[in-house]
């Protein structure tokens, strides 16, 4: 009679065989093709969970988003970029509006707190499956930002009211003595957080300019006018005492927060995965308020007129104050200083979103009565040297009158003209101060990553130069009429990011059923064809098959990532397993914006899928790429291209 154990485990050490073997050739493609990163990037509500742990949204620190990285890792990526990681209101699941500091508790696995461990099962477990069983039906593969954020807030009061009650009892000892150590190492950062929400009950207005009566000492409790500053310190101890609890609670939740995190490093460390997190431009309004001593008085961040969005964007973002780039304990350096320390402490690599905001910022004034057409009227912040509309601009200008290119939009990449080496380094401040971060936490410049989209103003493009720093390529928006093109493959430089499509862009599967109802799909395919067809004489054949199956000429986009001359290669979640459903569509507000979920069968469907080349077949897409360029007359990419597309088809062990 045969050992059924002995069994399992020979297929489970096949599988792993079966696993290596495609990890393996996966890595020797990459090799071959220069390319150093391939990071899938998926967001922390987005992580799928195992049945018995689903609250209703995701988060990489549950059993789910563990067996997730897994899969990725078996795929052949070896890195990971994370959303922003900040916490996030009721009613705004933004995470480019969360916290700077903060990490999001609706991202702590209740799971885990249920569990003997090292937070000593604080939850009771019939207290998890009642959040589980009590999710709303029919939003099935999309995370639920309310309910979470409602269930998660009371199943953390109850953790923190069993550790209260245990403490008292000399009981968690190890946990008390972590948390008064994770208070004192963060205490400037919680004590201002924490207090926010209890003063936004007191004065009835989750926004601190709409806090109204007395005191009116709060709205600028950490940013004192001539003669306040006894004053707020009197007032910050008053509130730091009346709401101990509260501030005791939310220094709880926040160490949970972080200890999860850590933990998740250790497990991303064991797979070979780099963890990237995600420095966003903006600021909460508890950041805004807690920050606004090192904050420009009278001007907000947009996003001015662009290719991405012809009418601009109103961000109403706090912009740092120039007069405050000096180094010390305080000012918009230290501010930015301690975001990066901490980011680097906490993961691996650090993309930078919308880094014009640290260079060159756009700006209007605060207080337009129509923010919409302040924003496309705004300027440049260091580049305004005599503008009529902005005159107050003229003082922070780094460039004269004679630099400027008067023939194109304020706004153009190149209404800067020229720069001279030294206003190319007062440009740089920021990027200098984020460098000496990187050394400082033993990080290379190169891991960090700059979301520059279809506008590269001519002083960003001189710091990322003087830094080696590279730009995205989000192929999918390639201009087909215009060789010159920023997002066209074959304009990608080594240093650059390369992508089909980010979490602000339709997936591809669903840009096909657009292309194929136009001439879009013959024009993909013949320009993807003459960028991957081994010769010139196959072009034509190639064309033509692509042009006739919408999913081949999905692989062979991806294959074209591949095939340039960029070193680093992203894929969103939703483009890699076939989904067809949009996570984010910028410029508006509801419960389908940063709510997709990776589906909960994905191993199963994304084979399936894969199998009929509906989700990204990696073995195929590579292999195309090593027959690209004339790479069908090396020996050693020729044998690897057959053995990878021997591999390709159904994932792992579904064949």
């Not at 940013?223 to 939310?250: I, Q, W």
């Not at 979103?353 to 057409?373: E, F, Q, S, T």
Request: proline share 6%.
């Amino acid at each position: 009679m045969k050992d059924a154990g002995n069994d399992r485990g020979n297929v489970a050490q096949g599988q792993a065989r079966e696993d290596e073997d495609e990890r393996g050739l996966v890595r020797a493609a990459l090799k071959l093709l220069g390319i150093r990163n391939l990071v899938l990037a998926i967001h922390d509500p987005s992580f799928p969970s195992d049945d018995a742990e689903d609250t209703g949204r995701g988060s990489p620190y549950s059993e789910g988003g563990r067996r997730f990285l897994r899969f990725a890792r078996d795929l052949g990526f070896n890195g990971v970029q994370l959303g922003p990681q900040g916490e996030t209101s009721a009613d705004n699941a933004s995470p480019y509006d969360g916290t700077i500091f903060s990490r999001s508790t609706l991202s702590i696995a209740l799971a885990r707190l249920a569990e003997d461990g090292p937070w000593g099962a604080l939850l009771r477990p019939e207290s998890v499956r009642k959040i589980v069983a009590g999710k709303p039906g029919g939003s099935e593969g999309r995370a639920l930002h309310g309910y979470a954020y409602r269930a998660q807030r009371a199943a953390l009061r109850e953790a923190y009211a069993t550790f209260v009650d245990r403490r008292k009892r000399g009981e968690l000892g190890a946990l008390a003595d972590r948390l008064d150590a994770f208070r004192k190492r963060n205490a400037a950062w919680l004590e201002r957080d924490g207090l926010y929400g209890p003063l936004c009950d007191e004065h009835r207005s989750g926004w601190f300019h709409g806090w109204s009566g007395a005191p009116d000492l709060d709205r600028r409790l950490w940013a004192p006018g001539p003669g306040e500053v006894v004053a707020c310190e009197e007032r910050r101890r008053e509130l730091l005492d009346r709401h101990r609890d509260e501030l005791d609670f939310y220094a709880f939740s926040q160490l949970l927060a972080h200890e999860q995190h850590a933990a998740l490093r250790t497990v991303t460390a064991e797979l070979g995965l780099k963890l990237y997190g995600d420095l966003q431009i903006g600021y909460s309004p508890q950041d805004a308020w807690a920050h606004q001593s090192v904050f420009l008085k009278g001007y907000l961040m947009g996003a001015p007129p662009s290719r991405t969005n012809p009418e601009g964007q109103v961000w109403n973002y706090p912009v740092l104050d120039p007069a405050q780039y000096t180094e010390g304990p305080s000012g918009a350096l230290a501010l930015v200083r301690a975001r990066m320390d901490k980011m680097f402490d906490e993961f691996d690599g650090v993309r930078l979103d919308h880094p014009h905001g640290l260079v060159c910022p756009w700006v209007y004034a605060a207080d337009a009565p129509d923010p919409l057409r302040a924003v496309q009227g705004g300027a440049r912040l260091f580049s305004s040297p005599d503008l009529p509309d902005h005159p107050l601009l003229a003082r922070y200008a780094i460039v004269s009158p004679a630099q400027l290119n008067r023939a194109v939009p304020r706004y153009a990449d190149d209404w800067v003209s020229s720069l001279t080496p030294e206003q190319v380094g007062r440009y740089s401040v920021i990027f200098d101060t984020i460098a000496s971060c990187a050394e400082a936490r033993g990080r290379a410049i190169t891991d960090v990553v700059c979301e520059v989209l279809s506008t590269l103003p001519h002083p960003l493009k001189a710091v990322l130069e003087r830094h080696g720093l590279g730009r995205f390529r989000v192929t999918q928006k390639a201009d087909l009429d215009n060789p010159k093109d920023v997002y066209r493959s074959e304009n990608a430089a080594p240093s650059d990011w390369i992508m089909v499509g980010t979490h602000d862009t339709p997936p591809l599967w669903r840009l096909l059923d657009t292309w194929a109802r136009s001439s879009a799909l013959e024009r993909q395919a013949a320009y993807l064809a003459a960028r991957l067809a081994p010769s010139p004489a196959e072009e034509g054949a190639m064309a033509r098959a692509l042009a006739s199956d919408p999913r081949a000429l999905a692989q062979a986009k991806f294959a074209d990532l591949f095939a340039s001359q960029a070193s680093n290669v992203m894929v969103f979640f939703s483009d890699l397993l076939g989904a067809k459903e949009i996570y984010n569509a910028p410029g508006t507000i509801g419960d389908h914006n940063w709510s997709l979920r990776v589906p909960r069968d994905y191993e199963r469907s994304y084979s399936e899928m894969r199998a009929r080349g509906e989700a990204l077949d990696l073995p195929r897409v590579l292999a195309l790429a090593l027959r690209a360029r004339g790479g069908a007359e090396s020996e050693e990419r020729r044998d690897l291209a057959a053995r990878l597309e021997r591999r390709s088809g159904p994932a792992r062990g579904q064949r």
